[in-house]
T-cell receptor
Framework: ETGVTQSPTHLIKTRGQQVTLRCSSQ?????VSWYQQALGQGPQFIFQ???????GRGNFPPRFSGLQFPNYSSELNVNALELDDSALYLC??????????FGEGSRLTVL | GEDVEQSLFLSVREGDSSVINCTYT??????LYWYKQEPGAGLQLLTY?????DMKQDQRLTVLLNKKDKHLSLRIADTQTGDSAIYFC???????????FGTGTRLKVLA
């Protein structure tokens, strides 16, 4: 039990649609990051938020955006979905010790 | 560049030792991690090692770090069927929470 919960667990969208994925972290975990894990691959860093500000971004286009809220919840938004966006999206939070606590992920399928 | 490499598959018999290898590229990496992912689940932190250490033992797990060759290994003693999963190594540099993951090694334990 990591204390990080994600919703929804599974969802199906079609190309061009928009999706919002949600994450709830433990109290005090003021840093949250999002990762995309395509089938058969390791997780790829999308971006990180610290105290509601984005402070690091991986090689993902601007249609991937996020929000972090004061209550330790966060969102990942993806606009104009493409087939290659199909993946497991993982949220991870940290107290600042370096150890990441991962949620179970949201599996997105884009048709 | 950012590239963490792992062999894709490993098969061992129950009770034997498993050794999973990883090669990383960033010599400034401060922490190196091993994560376990079971089917349909998120990532579970198994252990980590600080870059100024050569070895770390934690119950059945032994991590060896060769900084000169940028080589990290995870040894699982007395491997059990419950150890069957995908194992990811990951690196991160000081001051950042961006983890760079390998592609994962699928461990299959035969009864």
């Amino acid at each position: 039990e990591t204390g990080v919960t994600q919703s929804p667990t599974h969802l199906i969208k079609t190309r061009g649609q928009q999706v919002t994925l949600r994450c709830s972290s433990q109290s005090g975990h003021n840093t949250v990051s999002w990762y995309q894990q395509a089938l058969g691959q390791g997780p790829q860093f999308i971006f990180q938020y610290y105290r509601e500000e984005e402070n690091g971004r991986g090689n993902f286009p601007p249609r991937f955006s996020g929000l972090q809220f004061p209550n330790y919840s966060s969102e990942l938004n993806v606009n104009a979905l493409e087939l290659d966006d199909s993946a497991l999206y993982l949220c991870a939070s940290t107290l600042g010790t370096g150890e990441l606590f991962f949620g179970e992920g949201s599996r997105l399928t884009v048709l | 560049g950012e590239d963490v490499e792992q062999s894709l598959f490993l098969s061992v018999r129950e009770g034997d030792s498993s050794v999973i290898n990883c090669t990383y590229t960033d010599s400034s990496s401060t922490y190196l991690y091993w994560y376990k992912q079971e089917p349909g689940a998120g990532l579970q932190l198994l252990t980590y090692i600080f870059s100024n250490m050569d070895m770390k033992q934690d119950q059945r797990l032994t991590v060896l770090l060769n900084k000169k060759d940028k080589h990290l290994s995870l040894r699982i003693a007395d491997t059990q069927t419950g150890d069957s999963a995908i194992y990811f190594c990951a690196e991160t540099a000081s001051g950042t929470y961006k983890y760079i993951f390998g592609t994962g090694t699928r461990l299959k334990v035969l009864a």
